[in-house]
């Protein structure tokens, strides 16, 4: 089998690593299956779609809708990069499945509004499966409605021309969408479980997502929040399909 690629932003060595085990394990991939490329380390090399089955997108701590002036010149890199790359994978209709930094990525490439009206604080909401959704090859095998984790600034607040949204929530309208057959993407993190979203909010107390003399609170309502077990099931289906 032709391996999956993972294109990944977080410079914390422990963050990464769980973010790569985390993709690996719920896609059911062998270590051999899904190869990883750390864009916050090095630029990203030439390759050639044809050698991968498919693209996931990990999280990332860079937001598409900061300004210009306030982007590192290490953000700025991994922007025109991931556009290039988009440039062929939209072209193509190549397997690329984003979680939350992808809908950035894909939405502004497309043409979408990316900004900070639908905002979330790290949590589990409550996502919904539209009727588009339910006759789409991967979201139509979740529950109708389903919990997920979520925690970002920003998010899609028009969708690209031609996108198909997929599921919907309450405080952020647009959780997930496709473009053309095989280009997704999902506001919500489907390789997150309880534990890991723990780590990523003691991770990120200082970085605005949320009030950080309430991390204990957080902390608290996540281990609270009602069991989130569907989501997780995308990147299995999505590797299954995709795997050549």
Same mark, same amino acid.
């Given at each position: 089998?032709?391996? @999956? ?8 060595d422990?963050?990464a690593e ?25 630029p ?7 050698? @991968?089955?498919? +693209? ?99 998010a ?7 996108? +198909? ?29 309880a ?50």
């Amino acid at each position: 089998m032709r391996p @999956f690629l993972l294109l990944a932003t977080r410079s914390d060595d422990a963050l990464a690593e769980a973010e790569y085990q985390a993709f690996r394990a719920f896609a059911g991939l062998e270590p051999t299956e899904l190869m990883r490329i750390r864009l916050e380390r090095e630029p990203m090399p030439q390759f050639d779609l044809d050698d @991968f089955s498919g +693209v996931f997108v990990g999280g990332s701590p860079f937001n598409a809708s900061d300004p210009r002036e306030s982007k590192s010149d290490v953000q700025l890199r991994v922007e025109a990069e991931m556009s290039a790359l988009l440039d062929r994978v939209v072209a193509s209709d190549f397997p690329f499945f984003g979680a939350c930094y992808g809908v950035g990525t894909l939405g502004v490439h497309e043409g979408g509004v990316v900004d900070r009206t639908y905002g979330e604080p790290a949590g589990a909401i409550e996502v919904t499966v539209t009727d588009a959704g339910a006759r789409d090859p991967l979201f139509g095998e979740l529950p109708r409605s389903f919990h997920a984790w979520v925690g970002h600034k920003e998010a899609v607040s028009r969708l690209p021309p031609g996108a +198909v949204l997929l599921a919907a929530g309450d405080a952020c309208p647009v959780q997930a969408f496709r473009l053309r057959s095989n280009l997704y993407a999902t506001q919500f993190h489907p390789e997150l479980t309880a534990d890991d979203i723990v780590e990523r909010v003691r991770a990120y107390r200082y970085e605005g997502y949320f009030d950080p003399d309430r991390l204990d609170d957080t902390e608290r309502a996540i281990r609270s929040a009602p069991p989130v077990t569907a989501p997780s099931a995308l990147l299995r289906m999505f590797a299954e399909r995709y795997a050549r």
